[in-house]
């Protein structure tokens, strides 16, 4: 008589398959690798954001046991946090790489640029970082961007032109099949590189977790001062004066981005650890960028608008 008991002893054997991360990263890895085999002079933008520093991390653990051959890139709008910008020079001083900073204060300073009526800085942080990108003839840029951010971040490819101008023309993109990205570039002009494209927040946050990577501490739920203004939790200074009508209150918070203060919110959040902000971010109906960025409020095309013009 057949038996229908089905033979288990060879799956007994057979290797674990890779989990989603270990996809993730190995695609990551893959295209830092082929950047740097490519390329004569990357840089990688590094803010000490939550995506910047996993890309700092993929990008040490691509090229061990070398050192990361290239610097790190910060536009600092002058608003930035302090205590991402104090976690941001540990950081770099950790992982051993130099760091350049454009600072978008000296621009206002000399009066290459002018402040905003909104009194944003995001906007202003283009010129810098383009005229950073021309004096040290970086050829390739890695930015943290992910699809699951924004639309206009979604449509853009993993290695993307930019013109002599470090303008972005989205109608205009080459093919990206089968992982062949394509470098090639004219004199003046470089790529920017997007090795975390297809992560979403979620699998930012796990592969955190997963590797218990460090992060300013302000990721986690904290006290802190706040006014509330159009839906957000923004926290007042020089930045964001408390209008006639606002009154500043002590809330228990958490940020999901940390660009500049001056149009990036809290979220009311009870998460103090990797785990509960896990929790917080599956759970969560809208994107980081939705839920905490002025600047991306301004109209449906705000971002694409700016990458054109050469915003990362």
Known sequence: MTTLTPDLSALATEPERPGLLDVL?????????EVVGELERPVMLFSGGKDSVVMLHLAAKALWPAPVPFPVLHVDTGHNFPEVLEFRDEAVGRYGVDLHVASVQDYLDDGRLSERPDGTRNPLQTLPLLDAIAEHRFDAVFGGGRRDEDKARAKERIVSLRNAFGHWDPKNQRPELWHLYNTRRRPGEHVRVFPLSNWTELDVWRYIAREDIALPSLYYAHEREVVERDGMLLSPGDWARPREDEHPTVRTVRYRTVGDMS????????????????????ASTITERGATR???????AAMEDRKKEGYF
């Open 25 to 33: 990263e190995a695609e990551a890895v893959h295209i830092i690798r």
């Open 263 to 282: 149009c990036t919110g809290a979220v009311p959040s009870s998460a103090r650890d990797v785990e509960a902000v896990i929790a917080e971010v599956a």
């Open 294 to 300: 002025a600047d991306d409020r301004l109209s449906e």
